[in-house]
């Protein structure tokens, strides 16, 4: 069974930082495709930022650009996310999701994933 748990999550300052980890179990992390998203409340989940299977390519949405960052650790079957100069905006509940052989045009879209995790709470105060 494949599992994915999200840690990380908090209240944080504007301007303030966090990191996200997701661990995957059940299968063989270094052949998915991993991705970010977050939903705020009342809206739908949108992508954040995905990598593919070596960590060679990372995609953003252009609202994080800049300010976020995906990585992985094959090795530890974990994906990160660095969210630095946090805006009250990134508020919302954040999913890691996983994906294979899903060609890498796919990335931003919430369907193409196979499993996701349970979320973890990101607040940013003003």
């Known amino acids: 069974q494949v599992q994915l748990v999200e840690s990380g999550g908090g209240l944080v300052q504007a301007g303030g930082s966090l990191r996200l980890s997701c661990a995957e179990s059940?299968?063989?992390?270094?052949?998915?495709?991993m991705g970010w998203f977050r939903q705020a409340p009342g809206k739908e989940r949108e992508f954040v930022a995905a990598?593919?299977?070596?960590?060679?390519?990372?995609y953003y949405a252009d609202s994080v650009k800049g300010r976020f960052t995906i990585s992985r650790v094959n090795a530890k079957n974990t994906v990160y996310l660095q969210m630095n100069s946090l805006k009250p905006e990134d508020t919302a509940v954040y999913y890691c999701?996983?994906?294979?052989?899903?060609?890498?045009?796919?990335?931003?879209?919430?369907?193409?994933?196979?499993?996701w995790g349970q979320g973890t709470q990101v607040t940013v105060s003003s």
């Open positions: 999701a996983s994906q294979r052989f899903a060609p890498s045009g796919t990335y931003y879209y919430a369907g193409a994933y196979d499993y």
């Open positions: 059940g299968r063989t992390f270094s052949t998915d495709a």
């Open positions: 990598i593919d299977w070596s960590g060679g390519n990372t």
